[in-house]
């Protein structure tokens, strides 16, 4: 018995180390600026790569040069096919709160440069707590629940007073978006390169 401890704690030791180890950051970006891109191209690509993302366009202007998304809920820990939270503290807030995002990207040219910028506005649902009368009924603060069955019905009163509150922006799913958008942008040149022989 006392041998396994020699072997086990020092593994333990190891383990607890590690996981407070500072992960490695990608430097946050809010703009990515390209030579010889189209801007259609590159509209239609990040369009492409906010779809892929689970984001609704609600306002696409190509001439403008703008893509505003509807607000998308942040995913949950069982939704792992969805990308829009990025990093581990994005993802523990949209699993402990409700959250939505908001993407906004703006594209034009200057001076033979393309320019990418990107903005993601977080927002969080504040809901006021229903005043209970006792400890054992804590199931109610929220919602009409019972103790055996929760529901989101919320009170008239309730409803009146939730309202979401801008937490500023994600610099981390700005990153993200932006590239994504570039890789695609870059891989699109390379193959029609290939293709034109250039």
């Known amino acids: 018995m006392k041998n396994c401890w020699t072997i086990l704690v020092p593994i333990l030791a190891a383990a607890a180390l590690s996981g407070c180890a500072q992960p490695k950051l990608k430097t946050a970006i809010d703009h990515i600026c390209l030579t010889t891109t189209d801007k259609t191209q590159a509209f239609l690509a990040a369009e492409d790569i906010l779809a892929k993302m689970h984001f609704e366009i609600e306002k696409a202007d190509p001439d403008a040069g703008f893509i505003k998304t509807r607000p998308l809920p942040g995913a949950n820990f069982f939704e792992f096919w969805r990308t829009d939270n990025v990093g581990p503290r994005n993802t523990l807030q949209a699993n402990i709160q409700s959250i939505r995002r908001t993407a906004q990207l703006t594209i034009d040219s200057r001076n033979d440069q393309l320019c990418i910028r990107c903005r993601v506005n977080v927002q969080q649902l504040s809901m006021p707590e229903h005043e209970v009368s006792s400890s054992s009924r804590a199931y109610e603060m929220f919602s009409r629940s ?45 193959n029609q390169t290939k293709t034109t022989g250039r």
């Open 146 to 190: 019972t103790a055996s069955m929760q529901h989101l019905r919320l009170r008239p009163e309730q409803k009146k007073q939730m309202a979401w509150l801008d937490l500023g922006s994600d610099p981390q799913l700005e990153t993200e978006i932006l590239n994504r958008v570039e890789k695609r942008l870059i891989s699109e040149e390379s």
